[in-house]
């Protein structure tokens, strides 16, 4: 069986919850490993702010890069079918060619680094047209009266009833921005992508073969 996405549990954790979201999404759950989720956690949330309290910077991109190739020898050595491919700068984008849009037309799913106020990590999981679905782990609910006023734009959509998959649609357009406003991945300098497969799907295994 399928998990229900998930969200967070703090306002930190973006990090590791969209990771195992990752997880979740490609693989059913009793084929999903304890130790994996415990190295999950264990290697995000990295960070200090500026008062030295653990964690309360989130996870920063090294620790990214690095659970990244966790991931591949863990799946190597445990005989796993999760691959993962670490991406930054100029091929983090969203166009027809690149890794991201190919990775999610194969059955992949991508974390990627955008801004949602402040640094974020959310779960890309399909394309539709010219919109993305994502999981974003930061729950919000539409009828809050206190509902931030950057989600009143067509560009950003709320999905419901679809907790397995995607909880908002976003233009590609606005998330391929170089600015820093509500699910845009800002400049190139700072951007990153985290790519997870599931090597036994279909999809994934005949893209693969064609590609690597």
């Known amino acids: 069986m399928k998990n229900l996405l998930n969200y967070q549990t703090s306002e930190y954790d973006c990090g590791p919850v969209t990771v195992l979201n990752g997880i979740r999404y490609l693989f059913e ?4 490993h304890p130790d994996l989720v415990k190295f999950i956690m264990l290697y995000c949330l990295d960070t200090c702010n500026e008062s030295g309290d653990p964690g309360k910077h989130g996870t920063s991109p090294s620790a990214i890069d690095f659970l990244s190739r966790w ?9 796993f079918p999760l691959r993962c491919e ?3 700068g100029q091929s983090v984008t ?3 060619d690149s890794p991201i849009t190919r990775a999610l037309l194969a059955g992949g799913v991508v974390l990627i680094h955008l801004y949602l ?3 974020h990590y959310v779960l890309l999981t399909g394309i539709e047209g010219d919109r993305v679905l994502l999981f974003d782990p930061f729950y919000e609910e539409l009828d809050d009266p206190e509902l931030d006023e950057e989600y009143s734009t067509e560009e950003i959509s709320f999905i419901t009833g679809q907790p397995k998959k995607a909880n908002r649609s976003v233009s590609i357009e606005r998330l391929n921005r170089t600015t820093g406003d509500y ?4 400049d190139f300098s700072l951007r990153l992508a985290l790519i997870m497969f599931n090597t036994d799907l279909p999809d994934t295994a005949i893209f693969y073969k064609s590609v690597y």
């Open 94 to 96: 969203i166009t027809p």
């Open 86 to 88: 670490y991406y930054s």
């Open 29 to 32: 759950r009793e084929d999903i």
């Open 183 to 186: 699910y845009e991945m800002g």
């Open 71 to 79: 991931l591949n020898h863990y799946g190597e050595t445990r005989n």
């Open 117 to 119: 106020g402040v640094e």
